[in-house]
T-cell receptor, first 110, second 113 residues
């Protein structure tokens, strides 16, 4: 079983839609949870970072962590064409070694 | 501010040629440094990580090697490239500003022909 599972998509939504991206994981000891956005041919860019459980909001982005279900989500409100990218989830126990999902490709259609 | 530099951005090399990719970090000291390879649809594969000068851990057996000659410099090398070495190589750093997360450089796209 992989440490982190992420639906690869691709996901295609109209502009203004709410997007939900998800990852599941197997190791209940993970404490740090991250979402990265990666544009084509660029390095991943950190979007959201959460420690332990709960929600975190930053503008149009909300990250949720449900440790009891071993499930994390990223919600994008009022999606824009500029949100079209691949989204990677990542997790860590101690902050020293990181486990990544394979990424979900998102296209927002104007 | 913290910045990770990688160069070159793109590289086309013949099979059997040597390789040297460089990564430097600004704005922090004594970071953990990582080399990843990213293949389409397969996510990020950790190749090497380093917790300090001269300290290298390899995650997978391969045709590549890494070195850390200075605190904020990380080099990925190969003596003889294989076709299978083609990919997108990313350098990452952990420990920037104390944040418990990784930051990535812009990447190097390597094509071995």
């Amino acid at each position: 079983q992989k440490e982190v599972e992420q639906d690869p998509g691709p996901l295609s939504v109209p502009e203004g839609a709410i997007v939900s991206l998800n990852c599941t994981y197997s190791n209940s000891a993970f404490q740090y949870f991250m979402w990265y956005r990666q544009y084509s041919r660029k390095g991943p860019e950190l979007l959201m970072y959460t420690y332990s459980s709960g929600n975190k909001e930053d503008g149009r982005f909300t990250a949720q962590v449900d440790k009891s279900s071993k499930y994390i989500s990223l919600f994008i409100r009022d999606s824009q064409p500029s949100d079209s990218a691949t989204y990677l989830c990542a997790m860590s126990l101690t902050g020293n070694q990181f486990y990544f999902g394979t990424g979900t490709s998102l296209t927002v259609i104007p | 501010s913290q910045t990770i530099h990688q160069w070159p951005a793109t590289l086309v090399q013949p099979v059997g040629s040597p390789l040297s990719l460089e990564c430097t970090v600004e704005g922090t000291s004594n970071p953990n440094l990582y080399w990843y390879r990213q293949a389409a649809g397969r996510g990020l594969q950790l190749l090497f990580y380093s917790v300090g000068i001269g300290q290298i851990s390899s995650e997978v057996p391969q045709n590549l090697s890494a070195s850390r000659p200075q605190d904020r410099q990380f080099i990925l090398s190969s003596k003889k490239l294989l076709l299978s070495d083609s990919g997108f190589y990313l350098c990452a750093s952990w420990g920037l500003a104390g944040a418990e997360t990784q930051y990535f450089g812009p990447g190097t796209r390597l094509l071995v022909l």
